[in-house]
């Protein structure tokens, strides 16, 4: 069974552009969370989607957003860049919400701005 | 809102010496916890979890055990192996009306010497 898999590993913008990440989910994954993870902050939420819907979303500003699409497929949108956004992006699949914390885990986009 | 605290790392070993991860949490209820591992370049993964008080979760030869009363979580090993060698995360889920997402503590850096 294949694993969640992001898309792209690895990239570099520049202050004010922006990027879209993107995560397929295990298969039968209805569920897709977004985390990021720096040294200074660690691995903080940034929203969750189920059947296209966002269900939560944690305290970061407007510029990050997201959406589901009906095949589960997530993407994530940061606009007008900024260092501090320079992360490894962690994306997360699991069956439902609710379901007690089980999560499977991407490998990440990791995000240099420069 | 629930938390994780979690021992301050880095942690470094020789081979088959004994490792202990502290965490501790605070919690509305009785929540699942969880510990994650991230092996180099890779995103987390699942290690172990236990879903009510008293409950040991085990797997690859860590344990932990929910104790309610210290209000603890501690990982440990036996004889820990090179291999070993991974950052560990302590997780519980904040429930948030509906949908559920996890909170994770800093990470522990374990770096096992041959």
């Known amino acids: 069974k294949a694993g969640v898999t992001q898309t792209p590993r690895y990239l570099i913008k520049t202050r004010g552009q922006q990027v879209t990440l993107s995560c397929s989910p295990i298969s039968g994954h209805r569920s897709v969370s977004w985390y990021q993870q720096t040294p200074g902050q660690g691995l903080q939420f940034l929203f969750e989607?189920?059947?296209?819907?966002?269900?939560n979303k944690g305290n970061f500003p407007g510029r990050f957003s997201g959406r589901q699409f009906s095949n589960s497929r997530s993407e994530m949108n940061v606009s007008t860049l900024e260092l501090g956004d320079s992360a490894l992006y962690l994306c997360a699949s699991s069956l439902s919400p609710g379901v007690d914390g089980e999560l499977f885990f991407g490998e990440g986009s990791r995000l240099t701005v420069l | 809102g629930n938390s994780v605290t979690q021992m301050e790392g880095p942690v470094t070993l020789s081979e088959e010496a004994f490792l202990t991860i502290n965490c501790t949490y605070t919690?509305?209820?009785?929540?699942?916890l969880f510990w994650y591992v991230q092996y180099p370049g890779e995103g987390l993964q699942l290690l172990l979890k236990?879903?009510?008080?008293?409950d040991k979760g085990s797997n690859k030869g860590f344990e932990a055990t929910y104790r309610k009363e210290t209000t603890s979580f501690h990982l440990e090993k036996g004889s820990v192996q090179v291999s070993d060698s991974a950052v560990y995360f302590c997780?519980?889920?904040?429930?948030?009306?509906?949908?559920?997402?996890?909170?994770f503590g800093s990470g522990t850096q374990l770096t096992v010497l041959p």
């Open positions: 997780a519980l889920p904040i429930s948030s009306g509906s949908a559920r997402q996890l909170t």
């Open positions: 989607y189920f059947s296209e819907t966002q269900r």
């Open positions: 919690a509305t209820g009785y929540p699942s």
């Open positions: 236990a879903t009510k008080a008293d």
